[in-house]
């Protein structure tokens, strides 16, 4: 069984600071990471993934991840918020020994203050 | 990557009637997935569709509630059937995308009153 666990419903930050959005993983295999946003009243919007390779994996608007196999984590990140990135963000996770099948985490509403 | 329209984009229904939902892919892609968000809840997976086959559903979803159809490489509906206000949601369909992972329809709004 697959799953991920977004520890924080909640993340505020002022605009200007590094932003950070924890994410933690279980597979059975070797993991598939994805990061989603979602702003209100609109689909998802794919970041960034994580397939094989470099640890820290470089997206979409500036965010990066870094894949930490020992901790199990995938946290995504940006150096310098803007009060656009205020959305909801969501992990997912596909277990490389699953054919197809995508799990995601309660999702993390960033807020960015002016 | 893969660009899916699917409609409608929202709407306001009776309970015991019946919605069905459209995605268009504009590439041939095996998978197509049908997806749930519940008000301020996550996304969970309702079923895959293969064309040619039976969509296989996950547990807590059935076929005579969602009823899907997938005829082509490039379409599926999903019904959502005998609707309760329980039923209200984001719906999404999904398909595989070698550059992205994944990429998502822009969902559909379902108000059932």
């Known amino acids: 069984a697959q799953s991920v666990a977004q520890p924080e419903d909640q993340v505020n930050v002022a605009e200007g600071n590094p932003l950070t959005v924890k994410c933690t993983y279980s597979v059975s295999g070797n993991p598939y990471l994805f990061w989603y946003v979602q702003y209100p009243n609109r689909g998802l919007q794919f970041l960034l993934k994580?397939?094989?390779?470099?640890?820290l994996v470089k997206g979409s608007y500036g965010f990066e991840a870094e894949f930490n196999k020992s901790q199990t984590s995938f946290h995504l990140k940006k150096p310098s918020a803007l009060v656009s990135d205020s959305a909801l963000y969501f992990c997912?996770?596909?277990?490389?020994?699953?054919?197809?099948?995508?799990?995601f985490g309660a999702g993390t509403t960033v807020t960015v203050r002016a | 990557s893969a660009v899916i329209s699917q409609k409608p984009s929202r709407d306001i229904c009776q309970r015991g009637t019946s919605l069905t939902i459209q995605c268009q892919v504009d590439?041939?892609?095996?998978?197509m997935f049908w997806y749930r968000q519940q008000p301020g809840q996550s996304l969970t997976l309702i079923a895959t569709?293969?064309?040619?086959?039976?969509?296989?559903?996950e547990s807590g979803f059935v076929i005579d509630k969602f009823p899907i159809s997938r005829p082509n490489l490039t379409f599926s509906t999903l019904t959502v059937s005998n609707m309760s206000p329980e039923d209200s949601s984001i719906y999404l369909c999904s398909v595989e995308d070698l550059g992205r992972g994944y990429t998502f329809g822009s969902g559909t709004r379902l108000t059932v009153v």
């Open positions: 997912a996770v596909r277990d490389q020994l699953d054919d197809y099948k995508l799990s």
């Open positions: 569709a293969n064309q040619g086959s039976e969509a296989t559903y």
């Open positions: 590439s041939q892609v095996t998978m």
């Open positions: 994580y397939i094989t390779g470099d640890n």
